[in-house]
């Protein structure tokens, strides 16, 4: 289990209301070094996390280990609305790259409110990622067709090791289910899949659970693979408190982005086995790697799915999901 001071936590579980002086809406800070980004729009109008993930970024990221909760939501309808009105085309939102989109959703309602926001827009879906189940509040989203509730997901051996305070594995897929029959899109995000002993059984073992528990896989809006990769910055943030092992136990390298990252071959190696078992149970669900290179998606033989690139790839999706 991750073991973390009640310190830690009582930092990590503290929330303040502030305010967003900058620009709410950016693109995703992915690079484009060698690697495939997918295009996602981020907004945030919330920074940090209750839960506590050891691979998190954000812990050496972040000055406040606390939660800010943005209160003048009203500049970012104002910059939606300059924005969207130059953007004639789809868009993927998302707005879980400072924070859990729904840890605190229940008391905050943030998620109700930007999709208020992007009624106007039928252009516009927006992923609200998660590894949480308030999905209480979610019911009163008037247009659940253009949400996407996205599930990051590990294995129970993962998750009990390096995300603290986060739901079982077997919660998130009751969440996921209830989604479903709430009218929204689900999407299941396996970032980072982690090297272990006995990795292949226990990650295919989770897509077995998936499609058991999602009988229309057609309402899956898309599904993403991305190994453990770390800025240097959180393995020195960890070492510091003694909590780097596991984690970085394995090999690594430095990658064109800066970050650590696994060897290609094991990269691949997980890659393929995923895919082929996601194909064994339909082939259709739109598959896709988070931030990986042309070569490794060749490799494990998805390179084929993107013959107009990666952003056109969701793009294509989202249209399919808007009927645009």
């Not at 905050?108 to 990622?129: D, G, N, Q, S, T």
């Not at 019911?139 to 997901?153: A, D, E, H, L, T």
């Not at 090297?195 to 058991?212: D, M, R, S």
């Not at 690594?252 to 995923?274: C, H, N, V, W």
């Amino acid at each position: 289990m991750v073991d973390i001071s009640s310190s830690i936590m009582a930092k990590r579980n503290e929330v303040v209301f502030g305010r967003e002086d900058g620009e709410f809406w950016k693109p995703c800070p992915g690079t484009t070094k060698g690697y495939l980004c997918c295009g996602y729009q981020i907004i945030t109008p919330l920074t940090g996390c209750g839960m506590y993930c050891r691979y998190c970024v954000l812990q050496a990221y972040l000055e406040n280990q606390g939660q800010t909760v943005y209160g003048n939501l009203d500049a970012l309808q104002k910059e939606l609305n300059e924005k969207m009105s130059k953007w004639p085309s789809v868009v993927r939102f998302g707005t879980g790259e400072f924070g859990d989109s729904l840890f605190l959703n229940d008391k905050v309602h943030i998620a109700e409110k930007i999709a208020e926001m992007l009624e106007p827009y039928p252009h516009a879906c927006v992923e609200f990622k998660t590894k949480s189940t308030a999905i209480r509040s979610l019911s009163k989203i008037k247009y659940p067709n253009r949400v996407v509730i996205g599930f990051s997901m590990n294995t129970p051996d993962m998750i009990a090791m390096h995300e603290h305070n986060t739901a079982s594995l077997r919660q998130r897929l009751d969440a996921a289910r209830q989604c479903l029959d709430m009218g929204f899109w689900i999407a299941f995000h396996f970032d980072p899949l982690i090297y272990h002993l006995g990795w292949e059984t226990a990650y295919t073992n989770v897509v077995k659970e998936i499609f058991e528990t999602i009988k229309d896989p057609s309402k899956i809006a898309w599904w993403s693979m991305g190994g453990f990769r770390s800025a240097p910055a959180l393995k020195e943030h960890l070492k510091k408190m003694n909590m780097h092992l596991p984690l970085f136990s394995s090999e690594m390298i430095l990658g064109e982005d800066g970050k650590y990252r696994y060897f290609r071959p094991q990269r691949t190696a997980i890659y393929s086995a995923m895919r082929k078992e996601i194909e064994r149970h339909d082939a259709k669900v739109p598959l896709y790697l988070c931030m990986e290179s042309p070569e490794v998606w060749a490799d494990c033989g998805l390179a084929g799915r993107i013959p107009n690139g990666l952003v056109r790839y969701l793009d294509g999706r989202a249209e399919e999901m808007l009927g645009i």
